[in-house]
């Protein structure tokens, strides 16, 4: 028999063992199980942003309708009707194979009503299941101030779940530990997650597999939450048969080194943990990474100096921390700089930032009584192209690189795009094209900013 022929015979043989011996085990969808996890990943972010509309205001004309932050009961509405949207569908059914929603999606606003900090919920596909862990809200607060820049070291919590016999002191920022415990806190149909999850492993008859994942702040919370749930697997799941595994997209440093160490004893060889070489979030809160985030998108965009400033201050907040990567020897993605920055998902005949920005530059100018700050800024100098560029440069690169890059990575573009473009799901990256109350916001703080550096120099004459 020629060697080809063997070679085909061995692989006909191994897919046929695995369809096999593992029908339960892995979704039917065309995407693999790192692309359908980090689809699933992606939809438990739809409460970002997310607004709502005001009932008192329904007879008004479009014009003076205002909207409203949500309350916790209409963000849960609003992101079970995308999930559910999205498993109904049957382009994602062909991607993803037929998942199920089965707990959740619980949505934690703070304040409330106000923007959504945290959410989660839990898909099924025969045996598996998977966690889905949303990631930072831009418009929360909460999530930037507490649960993301809360790593003070005199701040940290210990990790009360191991014993490992190694001397380790595992700690983890603390608000890391606030999210964890957010979302232990979490019900719904009045289960919590690990409730929920030891009944179901409970019921089935075959090994469970339980896959944690998340993107950004979720890809720092889901290692973590899937490591609680395994040292207190037996408080919850008992003895019944599981596997306990983890895809962290682009996420943070959770805790120190030793919580690093003592992860990687635990859930080392079954984390996945993605993240591209350029994102700047999963370069804090290690200092020597923190040190690479101005150089970046050197040469193509020079650093801004707020941005050398803001890397100043993260080295402030996480000194003496000790903060590791999970996993720290994972090798990244090796991402590239992207320009001008349009989000995969809009048409080709999307125009860069400068040209949009120059349209809009156009009409502002036409009323300056309707647009008061921008049209001095507008119309005093062109100052305007040196603010946008290049800390806007800088930005854009940030909100790419953090999002749609990893889509590009692993081939899901056409998924992911489909449920922005045709199934109406958020898209988690801004646009190029920036509304004009962006503008007036930008407008406000380079002036504002500029009136801060003029009393600093004047200051410095004195």
Same mark, same amino acid.
């Given at each position: 028999?020629?060697?080809?022929?063997?070679?085909?015979?061995?692989?006909?043989?191994?897919?046929?063992?695995?369809?096999?011996?593992?029908?339960?085990?892995?979704?039917?969808?065309?995407?693999?199980?790192?692309?359908?996890?980090?689809?699933?990943?992606? +939809?438990?972010?739809?409460?970002?942003?997310?607004?709502?509309?005001?009932?008192?205001?329904?007879?008004?004309?479009?014009?003076?309708?205002?909207?409203? &932050?949500?309350?916790?009961?209409? !963000?849960?509405?609003?992101?079970?009707?995308?999930?559910?949207?999205?498993?109904?569908?049957?382009?994602?059914?062909?991607?993803?194979?037929? /998942?199920?929603?089965?707990?959740?999606?619980?949505?934690?606003? =703070?304040?409330?009503?106000?923007?959504? !900090?945290?959410?989660?919920?839990?898909?099924?596909?025969?045996?598996?299941?998977?966690?889905?862990?949303?990631?930072?809200?831009?418009?929360?607060?909460?999530? /930037?101030?507490?649960?993301?820049?809360?790593?003070?070291?005199?701040?940290?919590?210990? /990790?009360?779940?191991?014993?490992?016999?190694?001397?380790?002191?595992?700690?983890? !920022?603390?608000?890391?530990?606030?999210?964890?415990?957010?979302?232990?806190?979490?019900?719904?149909?009045?289960?919590?997650?690990?409730?929920? +999850?030891?009944?179901?492993?409970?019921?089935?008859?075959?090994?469970?597999?339980?896959?944690?994942?998340?993107?950004?702040?979720?890809?720092?919370?889901?290692?973590?939450?899937?490591?609680?749930?395994?040292?207190?697997?037996?408080?919850?799941?008992?003895?019944?048969?599981?596997?306990?595994?983890?895809?962290?997209?682009?996420?943070?440093?959770?805790?120190?080194?030793?919580?690093?160490?003592?992860?990687?004893?635990?859930?080392?060889?079954?984390?996945?943990?993605?993240?591209?070489?350029?994102?700047?979030? &999963?370069?804090?809160?290690?200092?020597?990474?923190?040190?690479?985030?101005?150089?970046?998108?050197?040469?193509?965009?020079?650093?801004?100096?707020?941005?050398?400033?803001?890397?100043?201050?993260?080295?402030?907040?996480?000194?003496?921390?000790?903060?590791?990567?999970?996993?720290?020897?994972?090798?990244?993605?090796?991402?590239?700089?992207?320009?001008?920055?349009?989000?995969?998902?809009?048409?080709?005949?999307?125009?860069?930032?400068?040209?949009?920005?120059? =349209?809009?530059?156009?009409?502002?100018?036409?009323?300056?009584?309707?647009? &008061?700050?921008?049209?001095?800024?507008?119309?005093?100098?062109?100052?305007?192209?040196?603010?946008?560029?290049?800390?806007?440069?800088?930005?854009?690169?940030?909100?790419?690189?953090?999002?749609?890059?990893? !889509?590009?990575?692993?081939?899901?573009?056409?998924?992911?795009?489909?449920?922005?473009?045709?199934?109406?799901?958020?898209? &988690?990256?801004?646009?190029?094209?920036?509304?004009?109350?962006?503008?007036?916001?930008?407008?406000?703080?380079?002036?504002? /900013?500029?009136?801060?550096?003029?009393?600093?120099?004047?200051?410095?004459?004195?």
């Amino acid at each position: 028999m020629k060697t080809a022929t063997k070679l085909l015979l061995f692989c006909l043989a191994m897919v046929f063992s695995l369809t096999t011996l593992m029908p339960t085990a892995m979704a039917d969808g065309f995407l693999d199980e790192e692309q359908q996890v980090l689809i699933l990943s992606f +939809l438990s972010n739809g409460a970002s942003d997310l607004r709502c509309e005001d009932q008192q205001q329904i007879n008004l004309t479009l014009d003076a309708q205002e909207d409203r &932050p949500c309350y916790e009961q209409e !963000a849960q509405q609003e992101l079970e009707d995308q999930i559910n949207r999205a498993f109904a569908d049957a382009t994602v059914q062909g991607d993803l194979g037929e /998942w199920e929603l089965v707990w959740g999606p619980v949505v934690t606003n =703070i304040p409330e009503p106000g923007p959504a !900090a945290n959410a989660m919920y839990v898909a099924q596909n025969g045996n598996w299941y998977v966690v889905s862990i949303a990631g930072t809200n831009d418009s929360s607060l909460f999530d /930037w101030i507490v649960e993301d820049a809360g790593v003070r070291n005199k701040k940290q919590k210990d /990790w009360p779940y191991s014993d490992d016999g190694l001397g380790l002191e595992p700690k983890i !920022a603390r608000g890391t530990w606030i999210g964890l415990q957010i979302l232990l806190n979490m019900k719904s149909s009045d289960k919590t997650l690990l409730e929920f +999850l030891g009944e179901a492993v409970a019921m089935s008859g075959d090994e469970t597999r339980i896959t944690f994942t998340g993107i950004s702040l979720g890809g720092t919370l889901s290692p973590v939450l899937a490591l609680y749930a395994l040292d207190s697997e037996n408080e919850w799941a008992g003895s019944n048969s599981l596997t306990i595994d983890v895809e962290a997209i682009a996420g943070t440093t959770p805790g120190n080194e030793d919580f690093s160490t003592y992860y990687s004893e635990r859930l080392g060889a079954y984390t996945n943990r993605i993240w591209n070489t350029i994102d700047v979030i &999963p370069h804090a809160w290690n200092e020597d990474m923190l040190s690479e985030i101005p150089s970046l998108y050197e040469p193509q965009i020079p650093t801004p100096p707020e941005i050398e400033s803001l890397v100043k201050f993260g080295k402030f907040l996480a000194r003496n921390g000790n903060y590791t990567q999970l996993m720290p020897e994972t090798e990244g993605m090796p991402g590239t700089v992207k320009e001008p920055v349009v989000s995969i998902c809009e048409e080709s005949n999307s125009v860069d930032i400068f040209q949009s920005v120059e =349209i809009l530059k156009n009409k502002i100018l036409q009323y300056p009584a309707r647009y &008061p700050k921008l049209y001095k800024l507008l119309s005093s100098s062109e100052q305007w192209e040196d603010e946008l560029d290049p800390l806007s440069r800088f930005s854009d690169q940030i909100n790419y690189q953090h999002v749609e890059a990893y !889509a590009e990575f692993l081939d899901v573009m056409e998924t992911y795009c489909h449920l922005i473009n045709d199934l109406g799901i958020p898209n &988690p990256m801004p646009t190029t094209s920036m509304k004009l109350d962006q503008l007036e916001k930008l407008a406000a703080t380079n002036l504002k /900013w500029n009136k801060i550096k003029k009393k600093a120099r004047a200051s410095r004459v004195r």
